[in-house]
Every structure is written in structure tokens, then in C-alpha cells.
Nanobody, 125 residues
Framework: QVQLVESGGGLVQPGGSLRLSCVAS????????VGWFRQAPGKEREGISC????????YYADAVKGRFTISKDNSKNTMYLQMNNLNPEDTAVYSC??????????????????WGQGTQVTVSS
């Protein structure tokens, strides 16, 4: 069964950090570019970061650039999103997915990409 499962979300104070994980099963994550998305209440889903598979291309949305880091451990079939210096505007449901990640362009959705179910991140004092 093909699936992506996120974990690592939770409640954190402003200025704090979290690391989200996304474990793939049923397919080899090494063969795919990967991305992270988030959706805040009342807002559209936004792509915030991606990492290409064979070429070391990364993309970060301006809102998270310099604070978030995407990575992937192919030996564990797992991707990560390290989030530092979190602020209340980062509160959202975060999801991982397989995508296209293109230098200078960013995230392009796959027609049949794999998606996780999402994990809640809440930044509040």
C-alpha cells in the first residue's frame, strides 16, 4: 500500500522549533522529488518547500526562507522539514507530497502525486 505518513507536529511557543517527518511506504522515495505544503484556517494550501531527487535543487517560499530546511534520508525512506524560529503565522496543517521541484520555478504538482494526511502545527504562547 502506497502512503505517506507525517508526524512531529504539535504546539510550540513563538521562536521555537519543530521537525516534521514524513515516512513513505509502498514506493521508493529516492525516485521522487518531494515537497511540503501547509494550509492555514481559511486560507488556500501553499507549497512552502521542495527538494529534487537526483539534482540538489531546493525551493523555499519567501515566508519560510532562512527558517525552514527540507531534507530527505533515502535509507529511511523519510523526508523532513526542520522548522526554526516559528511564529503564529506558521500555524497550519502541514502535508508532504511527491512533486516536481524545478530550479527557479519551485513546486509543480504531479497529476498522480502521493500525499500524506497532514499534521497540525500550532504556534502560540
Amino acid at each position: 500500500q502506497v502512503q505517506l505518513v507525517e508526524s512531529g507536529g504539535g504546539l510550540v511557543q513563538p521562536g521555537g522549533s519543530l521537525r516534521l517527518s514524513c515516512v513513505a511506504s509502498g514506493f521508493n522515495l529516492a525516485d521522487y522529488a518531494v515537497g511540503w505544503f501547509r494550509q492555514a484556517p481559511g486560507k488556500e494550501r501553499e507549497g512552502i518547500s521542495c527538494l529534487s531527487n537526483y539534482v540538489s535543487t531546493t525551493y523555499y517560499a519567501d515566508a519560510v526562507k532562512g527558517r525552514f530546511t527540507i531534507s530527505k534520508d533515502n535509507s529511511k525512506n523519510t523526508m523532513y522539514l526542520q522548522m526554526n524560529n516559528l511564529n503564529p503565522e506558521d500555524t497550519a496543517v502541514y502535508s508532504c507530497a511527491t512533486v516536481y521541484c524545478v530550479a527557479g520555478t519551485g513546486i509543480i504538482l504531479l497529476e498522480n502525486g502521493y500525499w500524506g494526511q497532514g499534521t497540525q502545527v500550532t504556534v502560540s504562547s
